[in-house]
Structures are given as structure tokens and as C-alpha cells.
């Protein structure tokens, strides 16, 4: 068996750790074993342990860095260190060469354009070592691996961010559930987001969009889901009641069953793994060019406006895609498993990669 030291923050039920969760519950356990090094505590840690992982904790302190390589030669069966957060990234791997780990993985979930010029220049210098540290490359998108590794992203593999796709097929009877159980009418025209309440998602823009549409239009509603630093703010901004906010949910394939357009604005993204779960669902999804082209699973149902072009081009594209004729949501979840967005696909890949790096 090879056991996989993957390196993390915090395990909480964000879109990375969900990517790596899918995985790692497709992945033949037998073969590869995945293992966590965190700084703290986690809402995921019991799950990820309930699959057989072992969840280490290293707190961030002063000494992190000699504590890393500390760490890494005190656990000399961990051949293969896999790091996913750009900020400690550097730190992490080369620690992990320090220790002498023969398999060192950077992996980019994200691409930031946006960042301020003090905080470029702090991820080219952590990228140097990064890039110098790391002996393999993986990114969610081409997008994420050219902002991450500008100078190795050639060299870099591309690891969709693969869902277990039956999860997420529409169902009609969630459809009709749901909306009973929201209060939500048989007939009306629902939009669905979701995300962690931060400012990478654009909630403030989202919400202004909603608001328009629920006043000038008495049948579309919104359901919004998702936690996060913003929620209490964003709801402040809400004026209408059709607008719901459902809070962290574990039901939202179902939820998204009862929406009929998924939006989804925000200022960036590495891919966008919620766009994928929403085309899943035979949903259209209209999302901003800050979420890249790669998220779109290829079946007809991917959109992207610039977020230059203002509310009133977002909200006419809008009113346009829910008077559209209803699609035929089955068939549309049907053609996405024959994507490269199927956790099967990607969960043997990944196993064989790592099988083949810790020869």
C-alpha cells in the first residue's frame, strides 16, 4: 500500500476538500492511503478518518518550518507529499525536499487575478519556491496551473475536479418535494447558487441581480447556499422574501433538482466544481469569466458573461434563459457521464499516478 501525505490547513466542507473527499472515496483504498497533515481542528476530520485516514496536527507557529521537517523525517513512510494551498505551498515542499520525501506534489485549486500588487509579488517569491521544491505539477484547470507554476505549468498534469456524478442526477421527485417543503410554487422560475459566503464568490453583485428580478417578476425565486464570513452581510442586502437563504446544506443535489438556473459570478475560480455538479443536474449555468472555460462539462448548458458588462446585460440574460423552453434535465444528466467530470475516470488515474511516483 502507498500512503499519500496530503497538506492542508483546515479540513472543512469547502469545494477543495470535497474534491479531495470524492477521491479518496473512489480511490481502490486497498492500494493508496491517504493521510492528512493540518494545521487544526476540522468539520471534516471524522469523515475523512471514518475511511480509514490518519489526520496529524501541526499548528502554525513561529518554528512551522523546522517543525515541518521534523515532522517529515519523524514519518519516513510518507513517500508522497501532496500540498493544496498556495500560501504554505513553498514552505511545505521544501521541507518535505529538506527531509529527503522523494515524491513532492504542488497542486493549484485556483487562479487569482485579482490580487492586490503586495500580495503578487508575495506569491512570485513563494512560487519560486514552490516551483524549485516540487518534483510533479497538478492543476484543476490549464488556468490554474499557469497562475500557480508561471514558469513550470508546461510540466503540469490537469486533474479535473471530478464529482461522483450519480449524486448529483436530476431527480423529479426532489424536485417536487422540495419545493413543497420551501414553499416554493409548482410554477415558479428558481436560481440557485452555491458557495462559501466570501468575497471570491461575489455575493453583493449576486444579490443585486436577485433583487431586481424578484421585483420585476413575481414568479422567479432564489435559493442561496452556503456559510461563510459574509452571510449575515449579503443577507442585509436582500430585499425580497422569495430570496432564501438555506445556510450550509448536505442535500444539495436535491436542491438543485428543484432550481431551474444555477448563477454562479464569481471574481474567480481554479475551476468551479459547483458549475460541474449543476450541469449534472441538467441546469444551465450562467457564470462569470472569472470561473474558467474548463468548467464546462461540454452537454449545452455553460455560459459566461464578463462581469464588466453590469447588471443590466447579467439581468436581461437572465430573464432570457428562464423564459427559455424547460429542457429535458434527465437526458442532459445522462450525457455528463460520459465526461471527463466522472469521479470513476479521475479516481484511476490518480491511483495509478500514485502508485507509479512511489516506485
Given at each position: ?14 469545494g ?21 497533515l ?10 475523512f478518518?471514518e475511511?480509514g ?16 521537517v ?5 514519518h519516513?513512510?510518507?513517500?508522497i ?24 506534489i ?8 485579482d490580487?492586490?500588487?503586495?500580495m ?12 524549485s ?16 507554476f ?7 498534469a ?8 450519480d ?6 421527485s426532489?424536485r ?24 471570491q ?10 433583487n ?11 435559493i ?17 422574501q ?8 448536505s ?14 459570478p464569481?471574481?474567480y ?11 449534472t443536474?441538467?441546469l444551465y449555468c ?16 455553460f455560459?459566461?458573461?464578463?462581469l ?40 484511476k ?5 500514485y ?5
Amino acid at each position: 500500500m502507498v500512503k499519500v501525505l496530503h497538506v492542508y490547513p483546515e479540513l472543512r466542507s469547502a469545494g477543495t476538500e470535497m474534491v479531495i473527499m470524492n477521491l479518496y472515496r473512489n480511490i481502490d483504498r486497498e492500494r493508496v492511503q491517504f493521510d492528512f497533515l493540518v494545521m487544526t481542528e476540522g468539520e471534516s476530520d471524522s469523515k475523512f478518518r471514518e475511511l480509514g485516514a490518519t489526520v496529524h496536527y501541526l499548528p502554525k507557529t513561529k518554528n512551522y518550518r523546522r517543525d515541518l521537517v521534523a515532522f517529515f523525517t519523524s514519518h519516513p513512510e510518507y513517500k508522497i507529499v501532496h500540498a493544496h494551498t498556495h500560501k504554505e505551498m513553498g514552505a511545505v515542499l521544501h521541507a518535505a525536499r529538506r527531509a529527503g520525501v522523494p515524491c513532492r506534489i504542488a497542486h493549484s485549486h485556483n487562479s487569482r487575478p485579482d490580487l492586490p500588487k503586495i500580495m503578487k509579488l508575495y506569491k512570485m517569491l513563494t512560487g519560486w519556491e514552490c516551483e524549485s521544491s516540487a518534483t510533479h505539477f497538478l492543476a484543476c484547470s490549464r488556468e490554474a496551473a499557469e497562475w500557480l507554476f508561471p514558469r513550470r505549468h508546461n510540466s503540469a498534469a490537469v486533474w479535473n475536479n471530478a464529482i461522483d456524478l450519480d449524486t448529483f442526477r436530476y431527480s423529479e421527485s426532489n424536485r417536487e418535494n422540495y419545493r413543497k417543503t420551501l414553499g416554493i410554487p409548482e410554477d415558479a422560475k428558481v436560481i440557485a447558487h452555491v458557495g462559501r459566503f466570501a468575497d471570491q464568490k461575489n455575493h453583493a453583485f449576486l444579490v443585486k441581480l436577485l433583487n431586481r428580478l424578484t421585483e420585476s417578476d413575481g414568479s422567479v425565486w432564489a435559493i442561496l447556499i452556503g456559510g461563510g464570513p459574509l452571510l449575515d452581510e449579503i443577507k442585509a442586502q436582500a430585499t425580497s422574501q422569495r430570496i432564501l437563504f438555506l445556510g450550509q446544506r448536505s442535500d444539495v443535489p436535491a436542491l438543485l433538482s428543484a432550481s431551474d438556473i444555477f448563477l454562479f459570478p464569481s471574481h474567480y475560480e481554479g475551476l468551479g466544481i459547483v458549475a460541474v455538479e449543476a450541469q449534472t443536474s441538467g441546469l444551465y449555468c450562467l457564470a462569470s469569466t472569472g470561473v474558467p472555460a474548463a468548467a464546462d462539462v461540454g452537454v449545452g448548458l455553460f455560459e459566461r458573461l464578463s462581469l464588466d458588462v453590469g447588471e443590466d446585460v447579467w439581468c436581461d440574460r437572465l430573464t432570457s434563459l428562464l423564459g427559455r423552453e424547460t429542457a429535458d434535465r434527465a437526458e442532459y444528466s445522462e450525457r455528463a457521464f460520459a465526461t471527463d467530470y466522472n469521479i470513476h475516470k479521475i479516481a484511476k488515474m490518480a491511483e495509478e499516478f500514485y502508485l507509479d511516483s512511489a516506485k
